[in-house]
């Protein structure tokens, strides 16, 4: 089906805008065709740099993927694009077709795109202003060849800047984002601000995790609480936000994460990986009896 067929009366992609050039009509038929195929779309942001985002994006998109669940995890964090090396796909590169730019394969159900794998070596940088980031984020989520999933997860740079703020834009029916954040006051109170952000343009907020929640000790497994406690709960209190979870510092992680092997997989029965199947478990509840 296309949008040509498609029997919706709502769907604002059906008509052309009155100021609306042929080719970005056309651009925007063929983004909302391919996010229609798509029944969750879901934003991990943060307030700020060095929380754990992207750990917490891909061990998110990993453990749904192993549940089952078609997933596809799209990062659009342009200047320091970290998926990649954490899925152990810095050497992957993305092939055309006539359905459009092919994903790169994680796994069987797990579909991966990332400005890295475009660039000619891992070490460029990526000198772009707010349209040139607008313009790949809009291909990234039109031209892909994403096909049917259940999740796509969206890995955005910390803060409210263009690539979020696009992100929201393009894409009409996200379901919302996931906030990661660290238990200290100076990481909660950037994560207010995105909550802010989010409650701007009407974008729900699914909820909110507690990275780096105290240290868990691999030799006896006693958790001490190295920066501070409880902030993150805290905030979601204050802020009205559901609290989904803490996820402690464990060594274990780093390692995956360097590696290229996520860590919902090497440890599957750990207690950590456990936590991040505890925290999305409630959004996956909270959007499947919406859909209903």
């Not at 796909?89 to 006539?98: C, D, E, F, H, K």
């Amino acid at each position: 089906m296309d949008c040509k067929s498609c029997k919706s009366t709502t769907c604002s992609a059906k008509n052309q805008q009155p100021d609306e050039k042929s080719e970005e009509f056309q651009a925007r038929q063929r983004l909302t065709h391919r996010m229609c195929g798509i029944k969750h779309k879901i934003l991990v942001l943060s307030g700020k740099g060095g929380v754990g985002k992207s750990t917490v994006a891909v061990n998110i998109a990993a453990s749904l993927a192993g549940q089952g669940y078609s997933v596809g995890l799209l990062d659009v964090d342009v200047h320091g694009p970290s998926v990649p090396t954490m899925l152990g796909l810095t050497r992957a590169g993305v092939t055309q077709s006539a359905e459009g730019i092919e994903p790169v394969m994680a796994g069987p159900n797990f579909k991966v795109i990332s400005v890295a794998f475009f660039l000619e070596h891992p070490e460029q940088a990526v000198i772009w202003r707010g349209p040139m980031k607008m313009a790949v984020i809009k291909q990234f989520l039109g031209d892909v060849n994403w096909g049917e999933l259940d999740y796509l997860i969206i890995d955005s740079p910390p803060g409210t800047g263009d690539e979020p703020l696009s992100v929201c834009q393009l894409i009409e029916n996200l379901d919302g984002c996931v906030m990661v954040t660290t238990p200290q006051e100076v990481a909660s109170a950037d994560v207010r601000r995105s909550i802010t952000f989010c409650n701007q343009l009407a974008v729900p907020v699914l909820g909110i995790v507690e990275n780096m929640s105290g240290f868990r000790c691999p030799k006896c497994g006693e958790v001490v609480n190295i920066f501070a406690e409880g902030g993150g709960r805290k905030m979601a209190e204050d802020m009205n936000v559901r609290f989904l979870g803490s996820v402690p510092i464990d060594p274990e992680i780093v390692k995956c994460g360097d590696s290229g092997k996520p860590y919902v997989y090497s440890f599957a029965e750990s207690a950590t990986a456990k936590t991040f199947e505890a925290i999305i478990a409630p959004v996956v509840e909270t959007l499947n009896n919406q859909q209903k």
